[in-house]
């Protein structure tokens, strides 16, 4: 672990070894980049325009760092970011005096994170969404095809994706309204139910945020993922079931999904997480050579999901699952997006699917982990849930940890609020 | 028809009762934003500089249309569009004289289409595309689940629809690389063929370009939706139909789509074509009522494909429809995407999904129109079509007509490039 002069509580998400870069506003001024270390945020606004990057390869147009979205940085590719992490790390050393020993520096660059107001880190150009979780897919499947056709004949041959939609991704801590909709007729050729969702579900996510693009028409080759991806957050992808178990065929998911996404404010590098990086689940059959590699794409990171409803104390946790388990990896959701010539964009989102765990008591989402609702959970205060209620809160969480080294993503929350009128 | 003191010759798509917008660089200058008269592009760059519009509410964050894009312009909002357009008219009339008797002005403010770069009219932050033919939706169902399950339950209760990818929108002229990716194998179980698309396909749609968005979980009632669609654009959304059909169960197409979309690089606004606004097909069963409108949301308005081989020296028509059949509308298309609360925002992109006609020799792609490949197009030249070959070149065109009045919309064409290697 690297030691700061910055105090860095114990079990902190967020060490010297982790600095996840976000937007954030200080108390009436404008947004911009920071890290955060401990309970503070660092301003590289600040340490932009006080020179101290002035060195390093961050382009020529204009600002990088004070702007209010990460987009700018992400488009300069992984040297530039190689090299501000490494000043990062060496600027907030321990023993580095450049700033530890300059008061009126030190003002202007460190912000209380109670403080200050998160925004979404990066403007996301497109957003896909994945479905790499083997045990998710086999859940959903099941109980729409039954157990004999519960993963469609493609599953295993390449990482089912879909366009989502961008407009609607928040960052953590904005409310979600609960949406209006469409629902099947209670009888076949009937009318369609019409109203607020009964249905209202998060999914549990991992996502992936492009750092740098590829031309339209040019893949991007497996063993090139890294150089495209910049690093990771939670993403929780809010699901009214009955909403989409009407619309969805046969073109997929709309309605029932783009009312909100919650994004967490801060993008854990993908550098940070590199003592975490494993090797994923074997895969059979072997898929074709484009979206083979050896590298260990596969993130050794406890996620856990929290459930508070308008008369609970305290969060619950009800779904603790470890991403390794994801059965397609980041680096071949991007080499698949791109094998027909999609072009990839900084700032674009790729989310990994729900994550769901072994048994349904570690599903990530209530679909499963309620099985459609048949068994709703029941929380300490003797409340049940099949569904989610305006008033609740969700929030995910994620960490990596070995020893004394933690790496943690901070949360991805929100709370349903009633429909609107 | 109004009388312009430029020349607009008689069956021209762009009379002075048309003026659609797009955005056009003059030789090794930057791009701004144009209209289309006749054979020229009006400056609005340069017309905005010379304090032509200094009295028109185009609010005060800096230029509107001395910018690359037309976002600005269309996150004004109607009142803001109808006062740039009514001005446009009158400076453009015959009998005004501000720009006809000054000649230095003139040099300034016009430019030959033929001499200028067309770049995409606006920024997309989301797309969106719809299935609202009925003929379409009823022959690809009736291929791929038989004439009796041909449209879905939901088809004729809702606008089916899915997100599309943003990044891949390109404009007319760019050329299209032919995608490669996984097909359905050959046999059940066994490895996915691998290769450039074998069936690739273009889709004749209508695109109807957003101006005024709205916040997220407010949704735009259906007679609202006027002051949220700002014109029309022609869609081509290429497609993989062997890439698709492996694809995209259960989440939707991706790969089969994401390569590439054309769209035509002049914006029709909806004032343009008030002559040409009809009402649409009855709809039975009667649509719920936030999808219920009086208000006439069809548009009369002939569609046309063009084809042209590397080895003909012409483009041949091969779909004529009119577009007034389309099933679901522009309004509905509107209300329906935003009653759950996602917010559409300016430069948003909403496609009607392919237009098809009465008959398969008036379908809107190669899919319909030779069934799936078993009936061959047969071209003037004795060459034969089941899909596109590599040097095809596709062009869409669209135009109403009543007495004198023309509104076209130029054309979207895109040439197909070999696969990568």
């Given amino acids: 672990m690297l030691a700061s002069f910055i105090d860095v509580a114990p079990g902190s998400d967020?060490?010297?070894?982790?600095?996840?870069?976000?937007?954030?506003?200080?108390?009436?001024?404008?947004?911009?980049?920071?890290?955060?270390?401990?309970?503070l945020v660092v301003d590289l606004?600040?340490?932009?325009?006080?020179?101290?990057?002035?060195?390093?390869?961050?382009?020529?147009?204009?600002?990088?760092?004070?702007?209010?979205?990460?987009?700018?940085?992400?488009?300069?590719?992984?040297?530039?970011?190689?090299?501000?992490?490494?000043r990062l790390q060496h600027l907030l050393a321990a023993e580095t005096t450049t700033l530890r020993d300059e008061a009126e520096l030190r003002e202007r660059v460190f912000h209380r994170q109670s403080e200050v107001t998160m925004h979404l880190p990066m403007q996301v150009g497109d957003y896909t969404d994945f479905y790499a979780s083997r045990e998710h897919a086999t859940n959903v499947g099941t109980m729409f095809r039954g157990a004999e056709n519960a993963l469609q004949p493609n599953w295993t041959h390449l990482p089912v994706g879909y366009h989502g939609r961008a407009s609607s991704i928040v960052v953590s801590g904005t409310d979600i309204r609960r949406p209006v909709g469409?629902?099947?007729?209670?009888?076949?050729?009937?009318?369609?139910?019409?109203?607020p969702s009964r249905h209202l579900d998060f999914e549990l996510e991992l996502g992936f945020v492009i750092g740098g693009g590829n031309a339209l028409g040019t893949p991007v080759a497996i063993d090139d993922a890294a150089e495209h991806i910049f690093g990771l957050v939670l993403v929780n992808d809010w699901s009214a079931r009955d909403i989409q178990a009407w619309e969805y065929v046969p073109l997929g998911p709309f309605l029932g999904k783009n009312f909100a996404t919650t994004v967490s404010p801060w993008v854990v590098p993908l550098a940070a997480l590199e003592p975490f990086r494993v090797a994923p689940p074997p895969q059979e059959p072997t898929p074709l050579p484009y979206l083979q590699t050896d590298a260990p794409w596969a993130f050794d990171l406890d996620l856990e999901v929290d459930l508070q409803t308008a008369s609970m104390d305290a969060p619950h946790p009800i779904t603790h699952v470890n991403a390794r388990r994801l059965y397609w990896t980041a680096a071949q959701f991007v080499a698949h997006h791109t094998v027909g010539g999609c072009n990839l964009r900084p700032g674009d989102l790729l989310g990994s699917g729900t994550v769901s765990g072994e048994t349904l008591d570690n599903a990530g989402c209530l679909l499963e982990r309620t099985w459609r609702g048949t068994r709703p959970l029941t929380l300490p205060n003797g409340e049940t849930r099949a569904f989610l209620d305006d008033g609740d809160r969700v929030v995910l969480r994620a960490h990596a940890e070995r020893g004394a080294l933690r790496i943690g993503f901070g949360e991805a929350g929100g709370t349903v609020l009633p429909a609107a009128d």
């Avoid at 967020?14 to 309970?39: C, H, K, Q, T, W």
């Avoid at 469409?182 to 109203?195: L, N, V, W």
């Fill in 45 to 86: 606004g600040a340490l932009e325009a006080a020179g101290l990057f002035a060195d390093l390869p961050l382009g020529s147009d204009g600002p990088v760092f004070d702007v209010p979205t990460l987009n700018h940085f992400l488009a300069l590719g992984r040297p530039s970011w190689d090299a501000v992490r490494a």
């Fill in 14 to 39: 967020f060490p010297l070894d982790n600095l996840p870069y976000g937007i954030f506003a200080p108390r009436s001024a404008a947004p911009r980049v920071g890290v955060a270390l401990g309970e």
């Fill in 182 to 195: 469409q629902r099947r007729p209670e009888t076949e050729g009937s009318t369609p139910a019409f109203g």
